[in-house]
């Protein structure tokens, strides 16, 4: 194999500069994150030494060669690393493109799959309580899998769906609102344990009825409005806020009335006293939650 070496955007002396286009990168693992970084901290003078192997670049980051190596190529498919035609020398690059158009055509290469795991990752982010962390990029195919065997346990066909019950039971329990957990610790890695099962098949039991749909309902977010009417077969595309005085607001709905807007109707010290269908006998006259 040539010698091959690491070039980069000139870098500070001192430190490495990492920029957000990396950092907040949506499809990249922190691994490869912390790999990119790694490789520009041995550019010196805007290039790095010559290395026979990527072994020896391992070897002088202290890395698994392994691991390394897929790096560079989940690096290289989303344009942060670029083999130049001189010999076998790679150049790190900041992708410095449209931030909308990048994700738009992500979205468009992504596969059926990828666009599931992606979704998963949606749901969680959507539906989780406010205290269990945050994911990003693609949900991990060994926690899809684990994923499966749950929603099979239950019969359930649609992921998204029974992602959402078993956080919404998390909502609803007091003991999750204390102590935040990940995805492992709720369905565990692998074959989970039948504990797990256990546990998971209950809370999606509990993820039913009026106690459910009251934890699962936030009248701060537009989102539950929509779903709440949903649920009560009223279908609107879109919410609109309001600040009106409650018999003001009962005329206001009555004139306006558009098909495809919900109206939610707060006074000025921001208590929701009307919305749309309040008075008509729609079931929805009252609010699922008091909080």
Known sequence: MKP???ATPPLSNNFTQVPNAVIFHETLTDRDKVIWI?????????????????AEVAAELGLPARNLQ?????????????????GARYQLKIDSSDPAKAVEEKERKLSGRQQLRQGLVETWN???????????????????????QHAEMVECEDLN??????????????WYKKFPQTFDNIFGVGTPSPKKF???QKM????????AEAAGFDRNNDT????????????????????????????????????????????????????????????????PTAN
């Not at 959507?126 to 926690?143: C, Q």
């Not at 999606?204 to 106690?211: M, R, Y």
């Open 4 to 6: 091959f070496c690491f």
């Open 38 to 54: 790694s490789l520009c901290s041995l550019c010196k003078q805007g290039e790095s030494d010559l290395f026979v192997s990527v």
């Open 70 to 86: 897929r790096s560079i190529k989940a690096l290289a498919e989303n344009g942060f690393i670029v083999k130049l035609d001189r």
């Open 126 to 148: 959507n539906k989780k309580p406010e205290n269990f962390p945050t994911m990003r990029g693609l949900l991990p195919e060994a926690r899809l899998d684990v994923l499966m």
């Open 161 to 174: 769906e029974y992602l959402g019950k078993i956080l919404l039971a998390c909502k609803m329990n007091d």
């Open 198 to 200: 256990e546990k998971t």
């Open 204 to 211: 999606h039991q509990e993820a039913k009825g009026d106690k």
């Open 224 to 287: 539950s409005w929509l779903e709440w009417f949903a649920s009560k077969g009223h279908e609107f595309s879109k919410v609109e806020r309001v600040t009106m005085e409650r018999f003001e607001a009962w005329k206001h709905e009555t004139d306006v009335a558009a098909e495809d807007t919900l109206y939610i109707y707060s006074d000025e010290e921001g208590n929701v006293v009307h919305w749309t269908y309040k008075e008509h006998q729609a079931g929805v006259s009252y609010l």
